[in-house]
């Protein structure tokens, strides 16, 4: 639930009540995380975001102690707050940055949970910094929470940016934070070429500017890039990396853990790892839904590919991924039809059959909400490519072939396969469509392993 001020004002909690402050607020995925939460932990408790105009922070800050168990603050308040704190916490007073605000008899405290996300997300992926260079890419709030970290954990950090000036005073600031801190300011015509780590903490690359980097390339060593970004999921700093020698990892685990980290302060409960990884997953579907309607102005996620790819496998774990409601093609005309389409087949031949598919694709092209897996030769026909793709992203699951045989070797209700030599046909037929479904889809999607799979197409939408 987002609320203005003025419906702040009026708003009576009926449970315990936390809140998010920030201005503008647009779109967060804090209510809907942080509800996640709850239901992990197994509170009864609501999270609010709440639009605050800057000259009405103090007014809702005194409001919110009345009301609320304790808020979480974004831009522009994560300083702005200080002011009205009671106690800060060490490390979010060397960081000058309040994310998380507890009420404790009477008393505001402030706290830094960003960090925790930060170090978290790091450990996740077994990415050390001791010892490591590492390049910030910006020196706003979040470079703060990453810079103070890197140092602390004996990263020689190097600064860049826009404005050197805003530069050398986060390395001013995180010099007299941490004693021995190793830190230095370049261009970014001048970065070291050394550099193994690579962090952005700039909103360079966000949706909907999304094709932008902060950089032109990374240096040639770098082995891991993490990017605060999440919206795209895999952000075109992200890109720029060698998928061969780096790894990496976009912000939302980082805003799950932070999140967490938040919950702890405000009412002592701790989250299992395997909880965190869930609701993770969760946030990457919503994730999804969220860009296949406002990025590709569409409804409907459509998965085409060769027989034997594994589209009604990644359908269905799709579909319960986003919330979105599955659909096998080829089974709902047999459900239409009363029969299974290798008797179609045997009775009326391929020809009848494809009339048939396409009649029931153009009916399925109508619905609102749906993941839909198409039959193997679905996008043979140019009228049925056109018309998913009026509603629908159109993915092809670019399975191996090898894959593609171990999967068709436990199946007998292929027709098409139905020759004296099954494999020699299944390789022929393959052979003829690959370059159709790599020609009419939106996105391709290449992995052997279907977690892999399952995690690429979400983050390809």
């Known amino acids: 639930m987002l609320l203005s001020m003025d419906e702040f004002r009026a708003f009576r909690p009926s449970k315990p009540t936390y809140a998010l402050f920030g201005w503008p607020l647009g779109h967060t995925m804090s209510p809907e995380l942080h509800a996640a939460l709850f239901a992990a932990s197994g509170q009864d408790a609501d999270y609010i975001g709440v639009a605050v105009p800057p000259e009405d922070l103090p007014e ?21 707050v200080i002011e009205l704190l009671d106690e800060v916490d060490a490390a979010a007073r ?3 940055s309040v994310n998380t605000v507890a009420f404790r008899d009477g008393r505001a405290v402030g706290y830094n949970t960003d960090i925790l996300g930060f170090s978290a997300s790091l450990a996740r992926d077994g990415v050390t910094l001791a010892g490591k260079k590492v390049l910030l890419l910006g020196y706003g709030g979040a470079a703060s929470v990453m810079a103070y970290h890197c140092v602390r954990e004996g990263a020689a950090l190097t600064i860049t940016g826009r404005n050197l000036e805003k530069a050398a005073a986060l390395q001013k600031q995180l010099c007299g934070a941490v004693p021995g801190a190793r830190v230095s300011v370049f261009s970014r015509k001048h970065i070291p070429r050394d550099v193994q780590i ?11 500017k999304e094709n932008t980097a902060p950089l032109h390339f990374l240096p040639h060593k770098t082995e891991y890039v993490f990017d605060a970004i999440y919206n795209p ?10 998928p061969k020698k780096a790894k990496t990892r976009d912000g939302l685990f980082m805003l799950v853990m932070q999140a967490a980290h938040a919950q702890t302060i405000w009412s002592g ?15 990457y579907g919503k994730m999804a839904v969220k860009r296949l309607h406002e990025k590709h102005g569409k409804q409907n996620i459509v998965l085409c590919g060769f027989m034997g790819s594994g589209k009604t496998t990644i359908g269905r774990k799709l579909a319960r991924l986003t919330g979105l409601e599955f659909i096998d093609a080829d089974q709902y005309l047999e459900t239409q039809e009363g029969k299974k389409i290798s008797d179609i087949f045997a009775e009326q031949g391929e020809p009848y059959f494809r009339d048939l598919e396409t009649k029931y694709l153009r009916g399925l092209a109508q619905r609102d909400g749906i993941v839909l897996s198409l039959g193997g030769g679905a996008v043979l026909r140019q009228q049925n490519v056109d018309a ?4 629908g992203l159109l993915i092809h699951l670019d399975t191996p072939y090898y894959r593609i045989l171990k999967n068709l070797s436990y199946s007998n209700t292929r027709p098409l396969l139905d020759k ?3 494999q020699a046909e299944t390789r022929r037929l393959y052979n003829a469509r690959k370059a159709v479904y790599h020609r009419v889809s939106d996105v391709s999607v290449r992995s052997p392993k279907i977690s ?8 390809s939408i």
């Open 269 to 283: 409960v701790r989250f299992e790892p395997a909880a965190c990884e869930t609701i993770l997953r969760r946030l």
């Open 420 to 422: 004296p030599d099954r």
């Open 198 to 208: 690579v962090l952005n903490s700039t909103p360079v690359g966000m949706y909907p």
């Open 452 to 459: 892999e799979v399952l995690e690429k197409v979400v983050k």
């Open 60 to 80: 809702a800050f005194a409001l919110a102690k009345e009301k609320l168990r304790g808020v979480n603050c974004t831009i522009p308040y994560k300083k702005a």
């Open 388 to 391: 998913v793709k009026q509603t």
């Open 233 to 242: 999921p895999v952000t075109a700093t992200m890109k720029l990396a060698n």
């Open 94 to 96: 060397d960081l000058h």
